[in-house]
């Protein structure tokens, strides 16, 4: 995308809701999609039930790779004016930060309070039973 993104109307990427011709919102961004239709591994269906509404949480509830997630900046060919979207759609989601798969000092601390209970619950098991044989 261009350094100086293009704002468009909501009422004009609503129009585009063709296969030929379809642009979804995500996450504030319009996305023009029309050359990925036949692609898309969920078909074309999905696709267009996504059109006219933002689809930031349709997308996000699937779980996409990351992978696809970079895919998407092939399409993106704008921005949605949030000042546009009627009342009813306002719901429109803002940008959020990508998905950091990296297995970092958190990735291990969460295994860590996992992991520490279930090995002093094995060694407490492991002294019970060595004390009643004895």
Known sequence: MAADPKVYAFEEVAKHDKIKDCWLIINGKVY???QFMEEHPGGEEVMLAATAKDASSDFEDIGHSDDAREKMGNYCIGQIDVATVPLKRAHISLP??????SKGPGFVIKILQFLL???????ALAVRRSTKEE
């Not at 209970?117 to 060694?123: A, H, K, N």
């Open 32 to 34: 023009d999609v029309s």
């Open 96 to 101: 959020q930060a990508q998905y950091n798969s």
């Open 117 to 123: 209970p279930l090995v002093i619950l094995g060694l």
